[in-house]
């Protein structure tokens, strides 16, 4: 079918260009500012192992679905819907994976620009000042600051997509992965060996039933949808520009291990803090998206090198959350171009005007606009909410229909063992088959009653 588009597409150099790729995507502040809040609030141990279960499993046969759908057709995820059929039920499976980077990137804009408040900050040296605890909560409450700080992380974010030079903020970030991976096990190292810690680091570490909900299940696949880039159409893009020699179970296995060792690090240097500056507090623990932003400056304070510390690990999380909203953005750049036939500087001005729009609808819902409330939400948890707990669920299960029903899982058994093996088959089958949907559904409706308060959970 797409023999043709395949070769023109062939873009990744390799197998490592690929990883590196999907890696960039992937890492981000899912890693690193999400995970880590999500698992405080939801669960600790419990949460990591729910979130285990479905990387390894569901995960496993997204990344798996979406990279091969790409590959065979050749397409990003409307065109590879489209690819098998005219009727409605396909436009709507590629529209909506589609649709989900575009809410998602203005909101992660927002974020990023608080990354960078910090990075500024302690370039300045305001180290003790950003350890005391309404320091955050005075920042966010300024509209000024967090529109102007928002602003020149969306403006990165366009300016290297308009400039083409993707290849260069790669390439520099490449260093970066390592270098935070190394600051990362520093940091998260202090952290577990600070007076009280390390009733932190049992909560993280070890499940205990007691702390199990429908919604440590709910926002562990959430989550992982949100950090490995899957069920927003990212891997069908990513997968069409794939070589057919470039083994599909090993690159994702690689991709899981890379990602969530990432975040389980993370959480190493945020979890057992929270417990030693608070001493377990609940309230500290549900601080939800505000924990890190807190408790990290709380840890370089007291670690003596905190100023040149919080400098290199701020500018790593920038170079990190950069990249992933670069991908976002491209994505959504191209959905443009090729589904609406426009050109790409009036892609990248939609896309613009719909990431500052959005993004300062978020952005000064901290504090000029914190009267809008959406089903009792703040517009970034709201936002937040509906792509990943209601709209990821929906395009993750469309993906297993499109597969089961349509393409056929043997369509896509035949693609992986162009370069593999593929060991794991008979395990994939069942997952597509069964437990997918079934799970999508019963996430899907328990976490919609839930904002509804049909069930308490
Ligand atoms: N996976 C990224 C993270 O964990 O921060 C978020 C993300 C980036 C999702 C790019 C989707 C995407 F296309």
Excluded: H
Excluded at 294 to 300: A, C, W
């Amino acid at each position: 079918m797409s023999n043709k588009t395949d070769t023109k597409r062939s873009n990744f150099s390799g197998k490592l260009g690929y990883v590196l790729a999907v890696a960039g995507s992937a890492v981000g502040l899912g890693n690193i500012w999400r995970f880590p809040y999500l698992a405080a609030k939801y669960g600790g141990g419990m949460f990591l192992l729910v979130y285990l279960i479905l990387m390894l499993t569901f995960g496993y046969a997204m990344i798996v679905s979406e990279t091969a759908l790409g590959r065979r057709t050749g397409r990003g995820p409307i065109g590879a819907f489209r690819a098998f059929g005219n009727k409605l039920r396909y436009k709507f499976g590629g529209w909506i994976n589609a649709i989900i980077p575009m809410l998602i990137l203005p909101y992660y804009c927002t974020l990023g620009g608080w990354v960078i408040k910090y990075l500024v900050e302690y370039c300045k040296g305001s180290t003790a000042a950003m350890a005391e605890d309404t320091y955050f909560t005075g920042f966010i409450g300024s509209a000024a600051q967090t529109e102007i700080y928002f602003l020149i992380f969306a403006v990165a974010t366009v300016a290297v997509v308009i400039f083409g030079v993707q290849k260069g903020v790669e390439r520099v970030s490449k260093i970066m992965m390592p270098a935070l991976i190394v600051l990362a096990v520093i940091v998260a190292i202090y952290s577990m060996s600070l007076p009280g810690a390390f009733e932190g680091v049992k909560y993280f570490l070890v499940p205990n039933f007691k702390n199990f909900s429908i919604m440590t299940v709910v926002a562990a696949l959430g989550q992982m949808f949100y950090s490995l880039s899957i069920a927003m159409g990212i891997l069908y893009t990513y997968g069409s520009y794939l070589k057919r020699d470039v083994d599909i179970e090993k690159t994702t296995t690689q991709i899981e291990i890379f990602d969530t060792s990432i975040a389980i690090l993370a959480g190493l240097m945020i979890i057992p803090a929270v417990f030693a500056f608070s001493g377990g507090n609940p309230d500290a623990l549900n601080a939800g998206p505000s924990l890190m932003f807190v408790t990290i400056p709380k840890v370089f304070e007291s670690m003596g090198f905190g100023t040149a510390a919080g400098i290199v690990f701020f500018l790593l999380v920038f170079f990190a959350a950069l990249t992933s909203s670069i991908s976002l953005a491209e994505t959504t750049v191209s959905t443009f171009q090729d589904e609406l036939g426009w050109g790409r500087v009036k892609s990248t001005i939609a896309t613009t005007v719909i990431l500052v729009g959005l993004g300062t609808v978020t952005t000064l819902g901290f504090n000029a606009l914190d009267f809008i409330k959406i089903l009792g939400m703040g517009a970034l948890d709201f936002f937040d909410f509906v792509t990943n707990s209601v709209m990821m669920p929906i395009s993750a299960l469309c993906t297993c229909l499109l597969i089961v029903y349509s393409a056929g899982l043997k369509t896509v058994g035949d693609e992986v063992k162009l370069s593999s093996k593929f060991k794991r088959e008979k395990l994939y089958n069942f997952f597509m088959k069964y437990l997918a949907p079934i799970c999508m559904i019963i996430i899907l409706l328990s976490s919609v009653a839930n904002v509804f308060g049909w069930i308490k959970m």
